[in-house]
């Protein structure tokens, strides 16, 4: 009586839009967040921040705020760097010298909103007039905050005993000899194009409760993070403390976009407060304090070209980018992904790629929805569209000519990532088809009735999803692995608890490893229990980023949906006296295929195992399975959009009258979650590339809006009507043949409508080479044009 049956049973769950597993408690106002998390006898802290972007704290007087009533503990830098670590980089920059850094500076702030003195008091308004109290003496300093200026000879240096200037790393990369070919090639095209700086903006501000047990040497933290064994490492690491004394709990977080990654100096503070005042410490992020403390995103400047012989062919492309650090190295640093997939879906033999990260004085740059892919779109789309003008082709069929075909792939790019499966002209068509191209070409550019010009802009883009395996990642020194785990553990009702360290952020990973158990396992999706985010409940994981979660967690919850369905199968075999190739799980019960009246409730057969009675002779009691799951390889998303614009030749006003994108995200396991992220992330990108900009005014290192006021955000109302297409081609190299999706919307937007913009001005010759695109913006480049201003193609 042993066997087991296929790994995939095919129950109808995967791939159908099952509701949410998370919307009932979230729309009936049942989730937990940090904030709703209200220990007894709370205290609350309030953090005093730099005001300047670089400064010597020449000293700092708290006896005042000490001294008021309900104020219990003021922590400086001093006590800080006395009494932790520094807080540990989760991933390096590869080739970088260490740039260390404590939750409170203690002599130098190297950028505006710097930590430098925390209070905890009974209030948070208490904490916050105890700051206010607190006398420090700074000297400002000599400071940089253009990216490029930075790295200029006579820039400042920020961290002078470390770095001999502001460089902080560059790794280049490449394949064939780009520069000869460029040489060679008939026609050359290259642009700097600049984009700017973001806030990730989630609806839940970060927020930290922390309670400490002296009796038990017990920390628990709540933090919304997206990692919750991540921060416990790091914790315990700053803390001085052994990792079985931290735990970190994560209920429900109000969205992370890669903001919330590692360990911020607000949830250590909080930490190292209750554990001297053995009392709960609450701390919820203000959105002043977002703004200047949380990570920013995405500024960098791409000095990109593509070279093509004189029928369109390309031949090489190069981008040498400098990214934004920030003044500190945060956990996951500024964006690596440009490099990867910098020649997009095309056919380029040819191609070299440099990074260099600037550290300049501004708040620390991190991981954002996208990750790099965002920028580097635009610069290589928006040449192309160039690239068609000057040898008087279609960019359209430019497109076609150089995308890869489905027969090509697998493919190794230039910057050695392997594509793995795709059609990726099906995603062009599709969207030139949605959007009727031919007659919008035959229509002409116009001005139309309304007075207004018309134009068309496509991209094309390659996504990468997961990560290829824990060598890769020790290769650049990340401090985690690539796989995931799970355990399922079954119940006495006949259900199964499903235990995962990743914590539920608005991703729907609780429904998508629900409906994979239940596909493997048979068991009913509705009887399966997801349990996320507790690092005292759940197996050592990596956590929800880099759109990995589905590929690695997918096959973390086969192997143990399967294990443990194996063994369900043999317990009833034993009490059924059949075959264990007999039998099924059908509606709550395992049954015979061949005599449906042999049948045993899920409900029975687990209180069997649970209590190890009515086994056979050679099982042992219990029923749960804990696996561990590392991909191979990473998977490559791909996908075409097209935008359709009115433009006000005068105004420089635009009007995007449709968005259409086709997208191939692998096999879908729930389509309605899967058009909620694309749609999300669209958001997202349609705010990168039209409103979102955040500005720091060069004389004073201000952030000059940092504000909800002045930071636009766009409202649902801001956003125009989008079309989505979908194509699913499995990849061959992950769990049932699924790609990530998180970030796939945020990387079409600024190229599709830079290019319809162009396009509708072509007679105008208007060129864009920045993010955000603001009607001023194209005013600026309309004016531009008309006075001959210099292109930068070559």
Known sequence: MSGSVATERRTGVLGSSVPRKEDDRLLQGDGRFTDDVEPARSLHMAVGRCPFPRARIESIDVEAAAAMPGVHQVLTGVDIVARTE???????????????????????????????VSVVADSRQIAEDAVEAIWIDYEPLAHVTDTLAALEPDAPVIHPDRMESNLLASNPQHRGDAEAVL???????????????????????????????????????????????????????????????VRVITGDVGGGFGLKLGLYPEELLACRHAMDLRRAVKWVEDRLEHFRASTHARESVHEFRIGADADGTFVAMTDLYTTDLGGQNSGFGSAQLSSIVFTGPYRVEDGAVERRVAVTNKTPVGAYRGYGQPEVNLARETLIDRLARRLGRDPYELRLQNLLGADELPWRNAAGAL??????????????????????????R?????????????T???????????????????????HESVTLRANRSGGIDLYTGVSTFGQSNETAFAQICAEVHGIDFDAIRVHAGDTGATPL???????????????????????????????????????????????????????????????????????????????QPGLEATAHFEPTDAAYAYGSAAAVVAVDAETGEFEIERFVLAHDSGRIVNPGAVEGQVRGALAQGFGAALTEELRYEPQSGQLVNGT???????????????????????????????????????????????????????????????????????????????????????
């Not at 999803?465 to 690539?482: D, E, I, P, Q, V």
């Not at 956590?543 to 009833?572: M, Y």
């Not at 709550?588 to 190890?612: E, F, N």
Request: with cysteine; hydrophobic share 40%; net charge negative.
């Open 86 to 116: 520094p807080i540990g980089v989760l991933r390096p920059v590869p080739g970088a010298v260490q740039l260390p850094f404590y939750a409170l500076a203690e002599e130098f702030c190297v950028f505006e909103g710097q930590p430098v």
């Open 183 to 245: 040489r060679d090639a008939d026609v050359v095209v290259g642009d700097s194009f600049q984009i700017g700086r973001v806030a990730p903006l989630p609806m839940e501000p970060r927020a930290v409760v922390a309670e400490w047990r002296p009796g038990a040497r017990e920390l628990t933290a709540h933090v919304a993070t997206q990692v919750p064994h991540l921060v416990r490492m790091q914790l315990a690491e700053s803390l001085r403390l052994d990792e079985g004394e």
């Open 419 to 444: 594509y793995d499966s795709g059609d990726y002209a099906q995603c062009l068509r599709m969207v030139a088809e949605a959007i009727d191209y031919e007659r919008l070409r035959a229509a002409g």
């Open 446 to 458: 116009g001005p139309g009735e309304d007075g207004r010009y018309r134009g068309v802009g496509f």
């Open 460 to 482: 094309c883009f390659v996504e990468r999803t997961g990560y290829a395996s824990a060598k890769f990642l020790a290769n650049r020194g990340s401090r985690y692995g690539a």
């Open 541 to 619: 994981n990596t956590g929800a980023f880099a759109s990995r979660t589905l590929i690695a967690g997918s096959g973390a919850v086969r192997e143990a949906a399967q294990e443990l369905r194996d063994k369900t199968l043999r317990i009833a075999a034993g009490q059924l006296s059949v075959e264990v190739e007999d039998l099924e799980v059908v509606d709550g019960a395992v049954v015979s295929r061949t005599d449906p009246d042999k049948r045993v409730t899920l409900a029975d057969l687990h209180r069997a195992a649970i209590i190890g009675q009515g086994l056979p002779a050679d099982e």
């Open 708 to 794: 909800m006021l002045d930071y636009f955000v766009p409202t649902a109302s801001d956003l125009p009507a989008v079309e989505l297409l979908h194509t699913e081609v499995p990849s061959p190299v992950t769990p049932f043949g699924v790609r990530g999706v998180g970030e796939t919307g945020t990387i079409p937007p600024g190229a599709a409508i830079a290019n319809a913009i162009c396009d509708a001005l072509a007679e105008y010759g208007v060129e864009i080479s920045s993010l955000p695109i603001t009607p001023e913006l194209v005013w600026r480049a309309i004016r531009k044009a008309g006075n001959g201003g210099e292109s930068r193609e070559g």
